[in-house]
């Protein structure tokens, strides 16, 4: 499998699309003036104080107050919170913690205000980003990401990642971090980190050290609401956590962003600098890779399966509903269960991607068609558990109830991502909508291959928009020939100026209308 990253620099800040076999299964929208994002720490200043919540609102910047919880205060709070005063104060003259004195843990059923005081300094780090009504999330233990470990100041212990499951590397990680550790900083060993050897572990620990060692400089003169330490770009930070052998291409339309790029590879994998390109192309570089197009195919309300089949995707305050549905296509199989199924089947998959490309979090139902064997609804499970392993976000999915439905819990830290597929018409002047029109000749060519190989119609003719018909005729060899070369029938295409620009039907030697329902377009 194939992994390409293709970043494209607009003038409001950047889009990030991640293509698996040239099929879209992330993208991120990175704007320039953004903040607040997964990671960044601030120096916050505690506002309210909510005893029946036990928790606290704390003012970082955002026009509403950011929400800490106790629980998630951390063990340490107490020596986060003396070495923020010490350090504010010009009392402590190091970064290092060799000889800091760590605070007792507090109490797990403790009570907010045994910690907290209003008006107090507090160093905090945004764990869920502003969604919604919602201002961030916060939390207190305080952690630095590199590319095979995660740096946790006020800690002593060394984590390993339980997707490392080879008890020999297990103990061989724990007991070289545990070597190189600095004290009162503890480790967790990312995935990625099996069998790295040694001057890799230090090189990225180091790099942390460093990083934490910045932050310190910028607390000692820093002001309240103030970012102290900034989790990279969203590009860099995909690279980070993602970069491996699998990965082909980095391509970028932007010098700037190259060169940041470069030099963050060659900081963390200089082997897999030469995978990165600068594009210098005519056409816009989404246009080039066919992104613009899948992502107007992809974020609409109905997506399309490749065997007929599609799915209905749902959005509601409380939660995600996604209903499966098997089109009149999907009538090639014996019997109804094994439709069923297959259509599931095709559903998961499609599902799991969308899930990941929008960024969809907090609780998904999904509808699947019914099925009365155990055995293909405990498959539909595997398989959706199978395609969603590769997603970053944290997820989990239950089996099939009896009445055909999947809930499934994933991880929201940032808002949804949604892009609006439909167009204001050219016919009506925007009184109405249309679906997205640069898909209209797709659908064209997906619905004339439906009905000459699936129902074997002799003589047929289009009627469509001028605009569609010189799409269709106009040049050498046109695209109608290539049909005749394909299907060795000729196809008659008719303009009429009375259709909208994405309207088309189709007529048989009869000159009756060949009806084509929704569920049966295939993009």
């Known amino acids: 499998m194939s992994n390409e990253l293709v970043i494209n620099s607009t003038q ?12 879209i299964v992330e993208y991120h929208l990175e704007e320039s003036e953004s903040s607040f994002t997964v990671g960044d720490i601030y120096l916050g200043v505690v506002r309210k104080l909510v005893p029946g919540l036990n928790a606290a609102f704390i003012d970082i910047g955002y026009e509403k107050d950011a929400f800490l919880h106790y629980l998630d205060l951390g063990p340490n709070i107490n020596s986060l919170n003396k070495f923020t005063k010490e350090t504010i104060a010009k009392r402590n003259n190091t970064h ?19 910690v907290l005081s209003k008006n107090s300094p507090i160093l905090v780090q945004v764990v869920k980003e502003p969604i919604s009504t919602k201002g961030p999330r916060l939390s207190c233990e305080i952690s630095i990401a590199g590319r ?15 997707k490392i499951t080879d008890k020999e590397e297990r103990q061989r990680l724990l007991r070289l971090l545990s070597s190189i550790r600095p004290q009162n900083f503890g480790i967790i060993v990312r995935t990625v980190a099996e069998g790295k050897d040694v001057a890799e572990l230090d090189k990225d620990l180091s790099n942390l050290v460093e990083k934490w060692e910045q932050g310190y400089k910028t ?8 970012k102290i330490i900034g989790e990279m770009g969203r590009a860099s930070s995909m690279l980070r956590d993602m970069l491996n052998e699998s990965f082909d291409s980095i391509t970028v339309d932007d010098k700037d962003i190259y060169d940041e790029i470069k030099l963050y590879i060659r900081t963390i994998a200089p082997d897999k600098e030469k995978i990165l390109k600068l594009y210098n ?3 816009k570089i989404f246009e080039s890779f066919g992104i613009e197009k899948q992502l107007k195919s992809i974020f609409g309300r109905s997506v399309s399966l490749p065997g007929g089949g599609y799915v209905i995707i749902e959005h509601t305050e409380a939660l995600h509903v996604i209903d499966v549905n098997s089109g009149n296509k999907s009538n090639s199989e014996s019997d109804q269960e094994t439709t069923a199924f297959n259509v599931n089947m095709e559903a998961a998959k ?7 490309v929008r960024d969809m979090g907090g609780i998904i139902v999904v509808d699947f068609i019914d099925m009365k064997k155990a055995d293909n609804k405990r498959l539909i499970y595997e398989k959706m558990k199978e395609e969603m392993k590769n997603d970053r976000s944290k997820f989990t999915i239950l089996p099939l109830t009896k009445f055909g439905l999947m ?17 204001n018409c050219p016919t009506c002047g925007g009184t109405g909508k249309i679906t997205a029109s640069i898909l209209v000749a797709d659908l064209v060519e997906n619905n004339l291959d439906y009905i000459l190989t699936k129902q074997n119609e002799k003589d047929l003719s289009i009627v469509l928009h001028p605009y569609l018909h010189a799409y269709f005729v106009a040049g050498f060899p046109s695209r109608r020939m290539k049909w005749f070369f394909k299907y060795k029938r000729w196809v008659k295409i008719v303009k009429d100026t009375s259709l909208g620009i994405t309207e088309y039907k189709f007529k048989n030697h009869m000159g009756e209308d060949i009806e084509m329902s929704p569920a049966e377009v295939i993009v």
């Open 281 to 283: 192309g005519k056409t």
């Open 12 to 23: 409001k800040g950047g889009r990030i699309a991640l293509l698996q076999d040239k099929r």
């Open 96 to 114: 290092k913690l060799n000889g800091f004195q760590l605070e007792p843990e507090i109490d797990k059923l403790g009570k907010i205000s045994q």
């Open 407 to 423: 809930q499934i819990t994933r991880q929201r830290v940032r808002p949804e991502l949604n892009i609006t597929t439909g167009e």
């Open 350 to 356: 499609e599902i799991a991607r969308q899930l990941r």
């Open 219 to 226: 607390l000692k003169n820093a002001k309240p609401k103030e």
């Open 148 to 162: 095979y470990i995660v740096l946790v100041p006020f800690s002593n212990t060394v984590n390993i990642s339980k």
